[in-house]
């Protein structure tokens, strides 16, 4: 019996035990007010009633669907039973904005953020809130109380199609910036939905692949990303994923929603099954799922409507699952504030919401390079901007996280039919962000497609900047790590004219970069959202210092990756891509994903994740570690030690007595004035210390002697002490 099965069974067992009982016996001493309420509306309905909160219909949009009667036109609806007095749920696709699904709302367009990535590279819990806070503002304006994000799957391949949406390849890292982007989300009273639990790495054979991986190196990687989410955030409602664990699905997969989420996290909100990812009703219920989403549309067959009532009418599935499904589901409405605070659609603050964008953007992209200071460019200087399709616009991912760009789109594609489209550019050109940051400047452009001029127009400049972009999207993974068409060509060709040449990035992943060391400057820019041109203008040219730091590791070939290449990713057809294989993707790796992968093998990356330059320099010294009780803190002190004021972020690693590759177990974002100094204290998470027992569900903290690194990034090895612990367990 393979583990997975072994898994089901007992958990199977443990459901009439641990998850059975309604939330309000679970948590009765938290005496949760939203538990109280909740039970409250539920003692007056039927079990009908109660029924009908598990099951949402599609929203219109999707493959020419019309939206349902009460609908605003969305990913999906769901009918409050009459009488209840609980709001209609309406449900939008909200990864960095309020999506308009085949523009089926008129006025639909929105303000986007940048890209999941780049938020997360801001390191800046407080500017992932506000970032929440925007597009829970507009998704409220917009009539909408449900919005399906955030993302916290990890960065297991670089080339994974949806990297963008997500947070990176460490699992504090990713936990804190995703739970603060929900947290502010919720405080606008709309539900935010941390996706795709879990193992939802690739998007190669999403629908049918098995994630394979031993449990604990999964409690230890992905699945503590997902639990410190929800520590930090508090989400109403968790989403199942499409692929399988362990050879079950994600949403039919007792261990990840009864053991793990519900019964060891004490998670009190709601499982909803991700867009076609319900394959059965009562194994699907009693496995922890409480409402499948647009069941009508979707999925093979509507699960949880009648099926399930058959289930429960011939005692398959407790009438207590059921109360406890609904439960979950009306505690979450009460608990973010969308039942007394119902949304009132209104024009949206584009002015104030697209600053919001651009401020995270301009705290998000990445200085990888600045040879001979190059950056911040000359007010006056001569510039050649080439390529990116900069003259007009910045380009955005493709997919159900897909926002109507206001203003319209930007460029005019081919019109492909076929998912996702074209790709879409928000109408916020750097080249003319540029030109009114620096009047004085002489600014020309070229277009890029025709190399010979972009050739010619850099010679006759002081500086070179050239936009590159590598558009990726939901439903494919990227089938190499090189920029899109002939951007490494042109880029060869460019720096070879002129060596004071600037690469802007606007990605979704780590690329390869083959020119790297001919440029004198690169600047990641992520997909840079709606206030993306002057983000990047301002960033060029000193206005404001970049502040990124990566969240990904640049490997310098594919071959360093712990796959380097992905089964399958060469398929025509994107919906064949998603089925393509039954394959079952085993994760040697376990734990060790991105830079903890690359210090195990002892790989040199191109770039390490946790790097990011600025305009000015940063020492840090005297780093100790203290133990209080059972807390375990580092100090230093930071120093800014050029003519600028600036960021810096200095990172905490952490290497177990037993081996194994380092691990970040803190950080602080510390805003310096030229010449200041401040101390920092740092507190070190400490599941990062430990290792999860599997067989006794908890996490040990070996004894021995430590190590603690203080760096920029994850290889910088320049500071260390050592930190002697007795070892110890505790509960999850």
């Known amino acids: 019996m393979k583990l997975s099965r072994k898994i089901f069974l007992l958990s199977a067992v443990a459901w009439g035990v641990a998850v059975c009982a309604p939330a309000h ?29 598990l099951f949402s219909v599609d929203g219109g949009g999707f493959n020419g669907s019309v939206a349902p009667p009460g609908g605003l036109g969305s990913a999906a609806y769901l009918r409050a039973p009459a009488g209840s007095g609980l709001p209609d749920l309406q449900i939008s696709d909200a990864g960095v904005g309020v999506r308009n699904p085949a523009h089926i709302r008129p006025g639909g ?83 935010s939905t941390l996706k795709h639990y879990a193992m939802n790495d690739l998007e190669t054979s999403r629908m049918t692949m098995s994630a394979d991986i031993d449990p604990a190196a999964m409690r230890e990687s992905d699945l503590l990303g997902f639990e410190i989410a929800i520590e930090t955030g508090h989400p109403g409602s968790v989403m199942c994923s499409y692929n399988r664990v362990n050879d079950l699905y994600a949403c039919e997969n007792p261990y990840l929603l009864n053991t793990t989420l519900k019964q060891d996290w004490h998670y009190p909100g709601f499982v909803m099954s991700d867009w076609g990812a319900t394959h059965s009703s009562a194994r699907s219920a009693l496995a922890g799922l409480d409402q499948e989403s647009a069941g009508d549309h979707t999925d093979a067959r509507p699960y949880f409507t009648a099926m399930l009532a ?28 969308l039942v007394d605070h119902a949304p009132r659609r209104g024009p949206l603050d584009v002015v104030t ?35 990116g399709h900069a003259d007009v616009g910045v380009i955005s991912g493709g997919g159900s996280s897909q926002v109507d760009p206001i203003g319209g789109e930007a460029v005019k ?14 109408p916020s050109s750097p080249l003319r962000a540029m030109r009114a940051e620096a009047p004085d400047a002489r600014i020309t452009y070229e277009s890029g497609r025709n190399i010979a001029a972009a050739v010619r127009a850099a010679r006759a400049a002081d500086v070179a900047v050239v936009y590159a972009t590598q558009f990726t999207f939901e439903g494919m993974d990227a089938p190499s790590m090189h920029l899109d068409d002939n951007a490494d060509a042109l880029i060869t060709a460019v720096a070879a004219a002129n060596p ?46 970049p502040s990124g730091h990566l969240t990904m590791t640049f490997p310098q070939a594919e071959s360093q990756l712990a796959r380097p290449d992905i089964a399958g990713v060469t398929a025509d057809n994107v919906f064949e891509m998603q089925f393509h294989t039954d394959q079952e993707l085993v994760y040697d790796e376990g734990s060790d994903v991105g830079y903890r992968w690359f210090d195990r093998h002892h790989l040199k990356p191109l770039y390490p994740f946790g790097h990011g330059l600025t305009y000015t320099t940063f020492s840090t010294d005297g780093l100790a570690v203290h133990r209080h009780h059972d807390a375990v803190t580092a100090t230093f002190t930071v120093h800014n030690t050029g003519n600028r004021p600036g960021v810096d972020v200095p990172q905490v690693y952490v290497g177990l007595p037993d081996g194994g590759a380092r691990r970040l177990a803190g950080w602080q974002r510390v805003s ?46 320049r500071q260390q002490v050592s930190l002697h612990l007795s070892g110890r367990h505790f509960a999850p």
């Open 25 to 53: 016996a679970r948590h009765a001493a938290a005496a949760d007010p939203a538990d109280e309420r909740a039970r409250q509306v539920l003692a007056h309905m039927s079990l009908q009633d109660k029924m009908s909160l």
């Open 109 to 191: 367009a929105a303000v986007s953020l940048p890209s999941g990535q780049a938020t997360a590279s801001t390191w800046d819990m407080d500017m992932a809130r506000q970032a929440g806070e925007m597009i829970g503002r507009e998704a409220w304006r917009s009539g909408f109380n449900v919005l399906l994000g955030g993302g916290a799957d990890l960065t297991r391949d670089p080339r994974g199609g949806r990297n963008f949406e997500y947070a990176g390849e460490d699992p504090l890292q990713t936990g804190r910036m995703v739970g603060s982007t929900i947290a502010g989300v919720q405080s606008q009273h709309v539900i």
């Open 413 to 426: 594609g081919p019109g492909k039919k076929e998912w996702p489209g074209d790709p879409v550019y928000f």
């Open 672 to 717: 310096l004035a030229p010449g200041e100094s401040r101390q920092v204290s740092v507190q070190l998470d400490p599941r990062l210390l430990a290792h999860f027992d599997g067989p006794k569900d908890r996490w040990s903290i070996p004894s021995g002697t430590f190590r603690v690194w203080l760096g920029a990034s994850a290889t910088d090895d």
């Open 353 to 387: 919401d697209t600053l919001v964008a651009q401020h995270d953007e301009e705290e998000g992209a990445v200085l990888l390079r600045n040879e001979g200071n190059i950056l911040p460019l000359s007010p006056t200087a001569r510039i050649a901007v080439i390529g």
């Open 310 to 337: 058959a289930d429960v009418k011939a005692g398959r599935v407790p009438v207590a699952r059921i109360d406890d499904m609904a439960q979950r589901i009306v505690r979450s409405l009460f608990a973010t504030g």
């Open 500 to 545: 004071r040449t600037v690469v802007v990035m606007e990605t979704g992943d780590p690329v390869l970069m083959p020119w790297n060391s001919n440029v004198a400057g690169v600047l990641e820019a992520w997909f840079p959202g709606s206030g993306g041109g002057p983000a990047i203008a301002r960033l060029l040219f000193g206005k404001v210092a």
